[in-house]
């Protein structure tokens, strides 16, 4: 039986049990994928930049989407700021050359909101075009600043990814 059959029909199964002990939203949250990533160290300076940090390398036989992020500040909360911010970036790269790619993106901007401390923020701005990471490929943290920028400090992201069907 090939294996995208062996999946639905897992899906399928892992549906009715879930009903049976409760529910969850969908039969995906029972097989999803969750990734944390942490960053150990609060940026230097406010203006100090991230390019492409590896977050996560695909070493599954199959392609999976990246669902939804969540980002937490642990070491401290940034407050919005009009002029001066951060723009927090996952990206999907194929790890053969090509470039990254823009996936989920959210800015410490007025409009992304204040991050407090210890409180999870949703990272919901999506690029649906880029959500995929190929087998052996990867997602990457990058954070751009704004104006004079803000630190962002030390930090844990979850990322929540499911399979591609084949």
Do not use: C, H
């Amino acid at each position: 039986m090939p294996a995208a059959t062996n999946y639905g029909l897992a899906k399928k199964a892992l549906s009715s049990l879930s009903t049976q002990l409760g529910g969850l939203a969908t039969q995906d949250d029972l097989m999803a994928i969750v990734v944390e990533y942490l960053k150990a160290a609060a940026d230097a300076m406010a203006s100090t930049a991230t390019t492409d940090a590896m977050v996560w390398v695909n070493p599954l036989p199959y392609p999976v989407y990246i669902q939804s992020a969540y980002g937490l500040a642990t070491g401290a909360g940034i407050t919005a700021d009009a002029s001066n911010y951060a723009t927090i970036t996952f990206r999907s790269i194929d790890l053969i050359g090509g470039a990254s790619a823009a996936a989920l993106t959210i800015s410490t901007d007025v409009a992304g909101g204040t991050w407090t401390q210890n409180q999870s923020k949703a990272i919901t701005a999506q690029t649906k075009a880029n959500l995929a990471v190929p087998v052996g490929g990867g997602i990457t943290l990058s954070i751009a600043k704004v104006g004079t920028g803000v630190v962002v400090p030390v930090s844990r992201f979850y990322l929540k990814l499911y399979r591609a069907e084949s």
